[in-house]
């Protein structure tokens, strides 16, 4: 497991954006943050993990959930070994719990993806959309 | 995308064997992985590909498969097993992937 450290609580407006971080360390040798890609997780109150996206650090892919296509963005900034997800035009049921977790690189041909299983997860970031 | 269903909640006795299932249509051909998440803490992996378990996990957690099924399974509950457990599977077709409703574990 590596160790992700997220960005601390926000409180938002609605309709504001948000941009989270997390800065993952703790590569074993040979592996570096380039190696992985990271799957953005979110968790209203009270509520269950519903999937957002992900990012591949390895080539800049991205994949998002068709609830969140045109609202999000994923970004990764290799010399620092943090990812980022800003969330757009934000909601009041946009209140919840962020999590961003490690995925694998899966490679058929150039076609490359992340995928299962999220071993290592940050601890969080609340963000809470308030008037 | 597809849909994963856990049973909202089960309960079990101290040692006793809970088993909880994670049905869908896709599942005889896509690998499921399990979460468990106790409360204000992240979810921690604790079965991956269906039935391999990392290795900071307890050997009393497996899993299986049946079909459209698959179930985890967790002998000799113990009361630090109390949390809440999601399934997790992908749509390879589209990489997307899904998580089940969940499932909280009461250990009676």
């Known amino acids: 497991q590596i160790q992700l450290m997220q960005s601390g609580a926000e409180v938002k407006k609605p309709g504001a954006s948000v941009k989270v971080s997390c800065k993952a360390s703790?590569?074993?040798?040979?592996?570096?943050?380039?190696?992985?890609?990271f799957g953005w997780v979110r968790q209203a109150p009270g509520q269950g993990l519903e999937w957002m996206g992900w990012?591949?650090?390895?080539?800049?892919?991205?994949n998002f959930a068709q609830n969140f296509q045109g609202r999000v963005a994923m970004t990764t900034d290799t010399s620092t070994s943090t990812a980022y997800m800003e969330l757009k035009n934000l909601r009041y049921d946009d209140t919840a719990i962020y999590y961003c977790?490690?995925?694998?690189?899966?490679?058929?041909?150039?076609?490359?993806?992340?995928?299962?299983?999220?071993?290592?997860w940050g601890q969080g970031t609340l963000v809470t959309v308030s008037s | 995308s597809y849909e994963l269903t856990q049973p909202p909640s089960v309960s079990v006795s101290p040692g006793q064997t809970v088993r909880i299932p994670c049905s869908g249509d896709a599942l005889p051909k896509e690998y499921v992985y399990w979460y468990q998440q106790k409360p204000g803490q992240a979810p921690l992996l604790v079965i991956y590909k269906d039935n391999e378990r990392p290795s900071w996990i307890p050997e009393r957690f497996s899993g299986s498969t049946s079909g459209t099924t698959v179930t985890l399974t967790i002998s000799g509950v113990q009361a630090d097993d109390e949390a809440d457990y999601f399934c997790?599977?992908?749509?390879?077709?589209?990489?997307?992937?899904?998580f089940g409703g969940g499932t909280k574990l009461t250990v009676l």
């Open positions: 977790a490690r995925g694998y690189i899966f490679c058929t041909g150039d076609n490359c993806s992340v995928v299962l299983p999220l071993d290592s």
């Open positions: 997790q599977s992908a749509d390879t077709s589209s990489n997307s992937w899904v």
């Open positions: 990012i591949s650090v390895y080539n800049g892919k991205t």
């Open positions: 703790g590569f074993t040798s040979g592996f570096t943050f380039s190696n992985y890609g």
